[in-house]
């Protein structure tokens, strides 16, 4: 017996009528709306969700789903997460927002404290260290924070009559965020091509990244390579360059494209010889991602005995800040590059503000976040986590159109491509990494690859049972995206 399908079955199912709701109010980020509306092959799917527990997010419908992406590279220890939850809502009922120009809080003065105390730290063979990152300054997301960083970078110059250092150095397919000036800096093409007539001049060196190796090249000697090519970019533009910007150890947006960590070594190196300061975006990478708190302290120790560990100039922080609950960015800088704005006039001031700047209950969350990273030593809790990761993706590489199966830490990512080597690559129009994106969502499991690149970069609290189901959904979903 079949029931008879009258227009009021189908809007009392309550994910179509959510659906029908957000897209007629709701332009959605990085989409394409008119997928939303088509149906099947090409069709995107638009999933109302109510609330998160852990790593699991639940649909309006009951449906689960496994969060493997962390809700774009932000939640750290799971959803609603009843430690930051708490200390939002008791900062809430205190203090939820003052100016921050001639006003302070306590939220600001303790979580800068604690940031600074952790920021990556770099010794000299002679046991000196380097001056320290000492000062932070905050912005509200992380685009915010990485213009931050290149307005006092080149601010910074312009102060000591330098006007010539206006140019700035990235890695190719690199990225900074969407607003104009870190879209400048970034080099993926979806993103920056139609706006790249309105976009700052910026010198793009090659990226370390492992995966452009040519053949029967280990990751050092790419890196070695790609250091080179910097090196003499720096040198053809003495004199013009007031920084450099990079993504530590992985490209995230790029496609998960991970390098060997001597780059970092390299470019602290060459960026000191040019006088040209040093930006770690480790929005994405930071607070334990690829394994170490910080990316940077990754680099290996240097020829002449310094330890191992880079320490930038400026480095930005964002996404995982406040454990994924509230936008927040915090721009770290040396003392130097501090005291180079500190004069009579106001115009050699850094006289850059958001409405949000250092919001309380952006902070608050930030030190709750700190707190189980420390307290519950997380970062140690990760290597078993990434441990279990690698074993259960490792039968994935020997799939027919699996490529490249790598890793950092809490990051593994894979290409697929149709002969399962880096040179087969599918069609784009057939979009298989799309494919497996609804694939793996039918089957409870939030996977969404970049191009046809698919990666995992779960919350830290996912456990192995849901490790082993994110590894089963995988295989499934490539299997059917590929068929
Ligand atoms: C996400 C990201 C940004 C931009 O942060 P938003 O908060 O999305 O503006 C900048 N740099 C890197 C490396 C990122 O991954």
Redesign the pocket.
């Given at each position: 017996m079949q029931e008879p399908i009258h227009s009021k079955t189908m809007i009392t199912d309550p994910a179509a009528a959510w659906r029908e709701r957000d897209l007629s109010v709701l332009w959605h980020p990085c989409t394409q709306m008119r997928e939303h509306g088509l149906s099947g092959d090409r069709a995107l799917p638009l999933v109302p969700i109510e609330r998160g527990d852990g790593a699991w997010l639940i649909g309006r419908d009951g449906r689960r789903y496994l969060d493997a992406v962390s809700s774009?590279?932000t939640n750290l220890f799971g959803h609603a997460e009843p430690r930051i939850a708490a200390a939002i809502a008791a900062q809430a009922g205190q203090l939820e927002q003052v100016i921050l120009a001639g006003f302070s809080h306590a939220p600001a003065v303790e979580l800068a404290e604690r940031l600074l105390a952790i920021a990556p730290r770099e010794q000299r063979v002679d046991g000196s260290w380097r001056a320290p990152l000492a000062k932070v300054f905050y912005a509200d997301?992380?685009?915010?924070?990485?213009e931050v960083a290149l307005k006092m970078a080149f601010h910074w110059f312009h102060n000591r009559g330098e006007h010539e250092r206006r140019k700035f150095v990235a890695l190719e397919n690199g990225?900074?965020?969407?607003?104009l000036g870190?879209l400048a800096v970034g080099d993926v093409p979806l993103y920056r091509r139609v706006y790249a007539p309105l976009l700052l001049e910026c010198l793009f060196t090659p990226s370390p990244d492992a995966y452009l190796a040519a053949p029967g090249e280990s990751p050092a000697q790419c890196a070695e390579r790609a250091a080179d090519a910097l090196r003499d970019l720096l040198e053809a533009h003495a004199g013009e360059i007031c920084a450099l910007i990079l993504?530590p150890r992985v490209q995230?947006?790029g496609g998960m494209r991970m390098h060997d960590p001597l780059y970092l070594r390299r470019a602290r190196e060459l960026c000191d010889a040019h006088g040209v300061f040093l930006i770690a975006?480790e929005?994405?990478?930071g607070f334990g991602r690829t394994g170490t708190l910080f990316a940077c302290e990754q680099a290996p120790a240097a020829a002449d005995g310094t330890c191992a560990g880079i320490q930038p100039d400026l480095m930005?922080l964002?996404?995982g800040l406040t454990g994924g609950f509230l936008?927040l960015?915090a721009v770290l800088a040396t003392q130097a590059i501090y005291d180079g704005f500190l004069d009579d006039s106001r115009e050699r001031a850094f006289l850059h503000s958001h409405s949000y700047t250092g919001n309380p209950l952006a902070c608050a969350a930030g030190l709750a976040s700190l707190d189980i990273l420390q307290g519950d030593d997380a970062i140690a809790r990760n290597r078993d986590t990434a441990a279990c990761m690698a074993a259960l993706a490792a039968p994935l590489a020997g799939h027919r159109h699996v490529a490249d199966l790598r890793q950092a830490g809490m990051i593994v990512a894979f290409e697929l491509t149709r002969g399962g080597d880096k040179r087969t690559p599918f069609e784009p129009g057939r979009r298989v990494g799309l494919r497996a994106y609804r694939a793996a969502l039918e089957r409870g499991v939030v996977l969404r690859p970049l191009g046809d690149i698919v990666y995992w970069m779960p919350p830290y609290c996912i456990d192995e049972a849901q490790l082993a189901l994110l590894a089963e959904a995988t295989r499934a979903a490539i299997d059917e995206a590929t068929a």
């Open positions: 774009w590279w997301n992380g685009s915010a924070g990485v990225y900074h965020g969407e607003t870190a993504e995230c947006a975006d929005i994405a990478v930005c964002s996404k936008p960015a």
